[in-house]
């Protein structure tokens, strides 16, 4: 309970936190995350790849609190038997092409985190961000369902 009540919180915080862009360096505040986590991380063995990280104009705060998100997400829903391996990186979206409803005028990076846990089925990308939805309901996964609603929110 007190889990569900602790990211209720930090989901609702989220509406009082102002955003407060930068020119940031992803990679160090990636690794200052990590860092944060290393004892979860060196726990399950995850390894953890960072490719190319491009800088960009973001709150460093709320940056931090995505990765942290992310990260937390796919070490929780890994394949129990496999050690997890995780990807960050970044790309120019007009190399990929991939950003619905975009500006043609304005540049776009995409930030993607890629994980070999147990996935998702297509149909189900857009629920998983919903608040308090959650695609693995046996217990075998522990979570509250709130952690990709703040990915969204941010």
Do not use: W
Not at 60 to 74: C, R
Not at 77 to 88: G, M, T
Not at 109 to 115: E, M, P, Q
């Amino acid at each position: 309970m007190k889990l569900l009540t602790d990211d209720i919180n930090r989901y609702l915080q989220l509406y009082d936190i102002g955003v407060h862009k930068a020119l940031i360096d992803p990679g160090k505040i990636i690794q200052s995350t990590l860092s944060v986590m290393s004892k979860k991380i060196n726990e399950t063995n995850a390894t953890i790849e960072l490719g190319s990280l491009i800088p960009l104009q973001a709150d460093p705060l709320l940056f931090s609190i995505l990765i942290t998100n992310l990260v937390d997400n796919a070490i929780k829903f890994r394949k129990l038997v496999v050690a997890p391996v995780i990807k960050i990186r970044s790309s120019h979206a007009d190399e990929i092409n991939a950003v619905p409803g975009a500006s043609r005028d304005t540049p776009y990076l995409i930030i993607t985190v890629s994980d070999n846990g147990i996935g998702f089925r297509e149909e189900e990308a857009e629920t998983i961000f919903e608040l308090f939805f959650q695609l693995n309901t046996t217990g075998t996964y522990k979570g509250s369902g709130i952690g990709l609603a703040i990915c969204k929110k941010i």
